[in-house]
T-cell receptor
Framework: NAGVTQTPKFQVLKTGQSMTLQCAQD?????MSWYRQDPGMGLRLIHY?????ITDQGEVPNGYNVSRSTTEDFPLRLLSAAPSQTSVYFC?????WGTGPNTEAFFGQGTRLTVV | GEDVEQSLFLSVREGDSSVINCTYT??????LYWYKQEPGAGLQLLTY?????DMKQDQRLTVLLNKKDKHLSLRIADTQTGDSAIYFC??????????FGAGTRLAVHP
């Protein structure tokens, strides 16, 4: 079982460059989300999607775009990379939206992004 | 807004019990979670507790919830080197919006 797959695992960007972090899940989960993890700050929600065609902003959406054209894929786009976006990015999926048992979040392995 | 706080580091001897503490501000959280992150990996759900419970036990893990003080703890009995990881406390902020603490790095030494 692949679960949640993120690519690439590592990326170095120059300031101003754009790129897309890929996220795919093969569990037919409705809900997908992107978090960034920074030292001493836990995980912060960037964007989330409750189903194909539906996305919404999380806590720190500025500088990022998302789309959800299929159930499986939820790419995160950096429009013009800045050093402040240096972080580890995690994609997660849940069977459905809501909280509690049977809605457990499954996380990808993460993408470590450095912007110089 | 909602906030979750944890101490950043805990060091224990192998075989001892570990207690990781967490405080949160959102009293409406229905579920509270503990996630484990091993080096170079994503987060995995370790356990959770429903807000109307005081305690939940799952093998070596005991979760205690003091809803009045908004305090959550995770006790790991007979801590092993394989338990070395970062442990995140999280509370539900509505519609699968998990609010995470900064994580507690647990180091287990012989």
């Amino acid at each position: 079982n692949a679960g949640v797959t993120q690519t690439p695992k590592f990326q170095v960007l120059k300031t101003g460059q754009s790129m897309t972090l890929q996220c795919a899940q093969d569990m037919n989960h409705e809900y997908m989300s992107w978090y960034r993890q920074d030292p001493g700050m836990g995980l912060r929600l960037i964007h989330y999607s409750v189903g194909a065609g539906i996305t919404d902003q999380g806590e720190v959406p500025n500088g990022y775009n998302v789309s959800r054209s299929t159930t499986e894929d939820f790419p995160l786009r950096l429009l013009s990379a800045a050093p402040s976006q240096t972080s580890v990015y995690f994609c997660a999926s849940n069977p459905t939206w809501g909280t509690g048992p049977n809605t457990e979040a499954f996380f990808g392995q993460g993408t470590r992004l450095t912007v110089v | 807004g909602e906030d979750v706080e944890q101490s950043l580091f805990l060091s224990v001897r192998e075989g001892d019990s570990s207690v990781i503490n967490c405080t949160y501000t959102d009293s409406s959280s229905t579920y509270l979670y503990w996630y484990k992150q091993e080096p170079g990996a994503g987060l995995q759900l370790l356990t959770y507790i429903f807000s109307n419970m005081d305690m939940k036990q799952d093998q070596r893990l005991t979760v205690l919830l003091n809803k009045k003080d908004k305090h959550l703890s995770l006790r790991i009995a007979d801590t092993q080197t394989g338990d070395s990881a970062i442990y995140f406390c999280a509370c539900s902020g509505g519609y699968n919006k998990l609010i995470f603490g900064a994580g507690t790095r647990l180091a287990v030494h012989p």
